[in-house]
């Protein structure tokens, strides 16, 4: 049982690029979410999931997509990555039951 | 508009003593669950405690409590006994019964000397 990976731990693009951050659960979980960590500023919510085939946007969707084809995967696509992008990415799922929540150890992406 | 706020952005504690850290939150939903986090320099996200809105006790882990009072929304979290690994990060977030998202606070920065 691995919990929450993400894939890759570091990233560093230049701008215009274009990436996919990977997320993926072993735990048959089916709430997912990307959240972002800029300093100061605590985690915000980029999109999510409840399940797969469904998505919703967070706090802060712009310039990110996503999708979900299965209960595992929940990639984060950057379309066309900008330098307001650099942050530190978290990935997190989650069972009904409100206690429980697991992150994945983040992917620190540079935007240059 | 839910909303969590942490209004220290750094702490100082002597290690072995007591430290709590404030937290307060916002909504207008009855169903909630609150959560602190610990954020050490290595990034990960360590989950500590958890606290249901129905929750009638605080709730406690070990060296850590949730000192929970509905009325004022605050969710401050106790940390007895600083050990000097206990210097990180520290966010509280809030969990609603949608989708498990979660809204966070900016956190605190807790520095035990030794």
């Known amino acids: 049982n691995a919990g929450v990976t993400q894939t890759p731990k570091f990233q560093v693009l230049k701008t215009g690029q274009s990436m996919t951050l990977q997320c993926a659960q072993d735990?048959?979980?089916?709430?997912m979410s990307w959240y972002r960590q800029d300093p100061g500023m605590g985690l915000r919510l980029i999109h999510y999931?409840?399940?797969?085939?469904?998505?919703d946007q967070g706090e802060v969707p712009n310039g990110y997509n996503v999708s979900r084809s299965t209960t595992e995967d929940f990639p984060l696509r950057l379309l066309s990555a900008a330098p307001s992008q650099t942050s530190v990415y978290f990935c997190?799922?989650?069972?009904?039951?409100?206690?429980?929540?697991?992150f994945g150890p983040g992917t620190r992406l540079t935007v240059t | 508009a839910q909303k969590i706020t942490q209004t220290q952005p750094g702490m100082f504690v002597q290690e072995k003593e007591a430290v709590t850290l404030d937290c307060t939150y916002d909504?207008?939903?009855?169903?909630?669950?609150l959560f602190w986090y610990k954020q050490p320099s290595s990034g990960e996200m360590i989950f500590l405690i958890y606290?249901?809105?129905?929750?009638?006790q605080n709730a406690t882990e070990g060296r850590y409590s949730l000192n929970f009072q509905k009325a004022r929304k605050s969710a401050n979290l106790v940390i007895s006994a600083s050990q000097l690994g206990d210097s990180a990060m520290y966010f509280c977030?809030?969990?609603?019964?949608?989708?498990?998202?979660?809204?966070f606070g900016q956190g605190t920065e807790l520095s035990v000397k030794p």
């Open positions: 997190a799922s989650s069972t009904g039951r409100v206690r429980e929540q697991y």
């Open positions: 735990m048959n979980h089916e709430y």
């Open positions: 999931s409840v399940g797969a085939g469904i998505t």
């Open positions: 909504t207008s939903d009855q169903s909630y669950g």
């Open positions: 606290q249901g809105s129905y929750d009638e």
């Open positions: 977030a809030m969990r609603l019964n949608q989708g498990g998202k979660l809204i």
